[in-house]
């Protein structure tokens, strides 16, 4: 409903897509449909959370109905928890991975018989801080860190399915998250934590991670420093320790 989703919701539609939308918010929902629309393509929007795998069977069910199959499916809710560990409490961490992880694991295992059904592409949005983790932010690092996993292990499970996996990572992408408290309340006033020169579009993330999935890469690093970062972290991750 917003950020990097409603942007590769509409890159799709441009594209050729039909798309089918999913987040908490309705009315939020109910603008980036009409941005779809507005493309010359369908779209169908429902409201519902990826903490209930209820709320994910239905709104594929609702996909499928309205387009017959799903071909492309991705799993980008997301919120970030932020804080030193000491002074983060265990229900902290697992409100971030009951979005960040278990969230994508509704999305993935609700979609997957339609995608098999397909041959279809699967993206999975982790971030750059699934490869590098600095203070403060070990909650949400860490369930990147884990989608990361679940990314490779996914990519050889349905090797024989046909259906691709693309892990994204992103790096600084203008969106809403860094303008959430640890309660998920939105002021767009506050200050973005990201310095403004690392800050891409929403809309140009939307295309690296179209074309990311139209080729069934297995990885997408979405931003010049998040590829710098990432290609840090494995040739010389004492670099980026802090």
């Known amino acids: 409903s917003s950020g990097i989703g409603a942007a590769l919701a509409v890159e799709l539609a441009r594209q050729g897509a039909d798309v089918a939308l999913f ?8 603008a980036v449909a009409a941005d779809v629309e507005a493309t010359g393509r369908r779209a169908v929007a429902v409201a519902g959370d990826v903490r209930s795998r209820g709320d994910l069977d239905r709104a594929v069910a609702a996909a499928l109905a309205a387009f017959g199959r799903l071909d492309v499916v991705v799993a980008n809710a997301g919120i970030a928890v932020v804080g030193r560990i000491d002074a983060l409490d265990a229900e902290a961490f697992r409100r971030q991975y009951e979005t960040n992880v278990f969230g994508v694991l509704h999305t993935v295992q609700a979609a997957l018989p339609a995608l098999k059904a397909s041959r279809g592409r699967l993206g999975i949005v982790g971030s750059v801080a699934g490869y590098v983790s600095v203070p403060r932010v070990a909650a949400y690092s860490s369930s990147k860190f884990a989608l990361r996993a679940i990314a490779e292990s996914l990519r050889a ?5 046909g259906v691709s996996v693309t892990h994204i ?9 860094r ?5 998920e ?15 891409v579009p929403a809309e140009a993330a939307a295309r690296a ?6 080729r069934r890469e ?14 840090l972290s494995r040739l010389s991750p ?5």
């Open 23 to 30: 987040a908490r918010r309705g009315e939020r929902l109910a």
């Open 157 to 161: 499970e349905l090797v024989g399915d």
């Open 169 to 177: 990572a992103p790096g600084y992408v203008a969106s809403e998250i």
């Open 179 to 183: 303008h959430k408290d640890n309660d």
């Open 185 to 199: 309340r939105l002021d767009l006033a506050a200050p973005d934590t990201a310095s403004r020169w690392l800050v």
């Open 209 to 214: 991670i179209a074309r990311g999935l139209r």
């Open 218 to 231: 297995a990885e997408t690093v979405v931003t010049a420093h998040g590829r710098v970062a990432v290609w």
């Open 238 to 242: 004492g670099l980026v320790r802090g």
